[in-house]
């Protein structure tokens, strides 16, 4: 199959990796410095340094060759959320440079500008492409290694989901089929505020109690949220659910939960996010779900709390001890 993947951040160029492995891949990245450094060293020593890559995997910096490149099989996008809408946009001004049978993106937030979830950007590009999201606990650098992850590819249309496990579902990973399109982006997009918030936990060394307390009140306010929004509870039970926000608080790779530790060190949020090189979607994320669970109605305590700290008003241990001292009453659902 045909695979071209828009975006040579890290996990854009671990899903490159991954796919290359057993299909011809192209890897997009607009910087054309960057692209002729990966050329080169073979490997993105910006953002993924010491993963090789394979003899399948392409790069480039021309939009319209990748386009072509996809032509008949499987788009992937690997940018931010916030790039998102821009790239497609990008791709709505490329007519007959390739039509891929289907587009996945691999973003995980709500669009700080819109406050859209990612499928709703891609309806507004309105670029007729069968489309649906592609999330769950995957660490980018573990991924390029080739080691065990599962994957869940969200589409109302089943034949996205087809493609999906076509291109990726060989080597190490398992990509399974889902159509809860909702539920899989509030998942992937709330896990990364949680994070931050279990980040600080772990940075004042409240134990691993307050951090298991903390991750399963996080696991209800996401439900919660997915289920304003038409969501099935059920899907949060699952890999983009309970799998990505367990893995996303407690795994050392993860970016946010390092936003969380360097709060709770009492580091300013700015040298935080340009200590860190790569883009911690929980920072903007917060804000936009905190936005969105207002005009739904949602009560959403932890995503309030890490708003709080990250505008400064208020420390990160009094604002963890807070939500970790809340009057009792009926377990959150």
Known sequence: MKISVLGAGA???????????RHPVHLWARNADQVRDMAARRENSRYLAG????????????????????????????????GFGEVLADIARQPGRGRPAAMLWLCKGIDPATG?????????????????????????????????????????????????????????????PGEDLVGVEIGGAMKNVIAIAAGICDGLELGHNARAALITRGLAEVARLGAALGASRDTFLGLAGVGDLVLTCTGDLSRNRRVGLALAAGEPLEAIVATLGHVAEGVPCARAARGLGMRHGVDLPITEAVVAVLDGRSGAREAVLALLSREPKAQET
């Open 116 to 176: 859209r979830l990612p499928h709703q950007v891609a309806q507004a590009a309105g670029l007729g492409i069968p489309c649906g999201a592609l999330s769950g606990p995957s660490f980018a650098q573990e991924v390029a290694a080739g080691l065990p992850v599962a994957l869940v590819a969200a589409a109302t249309d089943p034949a996205v989901c087809g493609v999906a496990v076509q291109a990726l579902h060989h080597g190490a990973a398992r990509i399974y």
């Open 51 to 82: 993963a090789r890559f394979p003899d399948g995997l392409a790069v480039g910096a021309d939009l319209g060759d990748a386009l072509a490149a996809s032509d008949g099989g499987l788009l992937l996008v690997g940018t931010t959320v916030a």
């Open 11 to 21: 996990w854009g160029t671990a899903i490159a990796c991954h796919a290359a492995r």
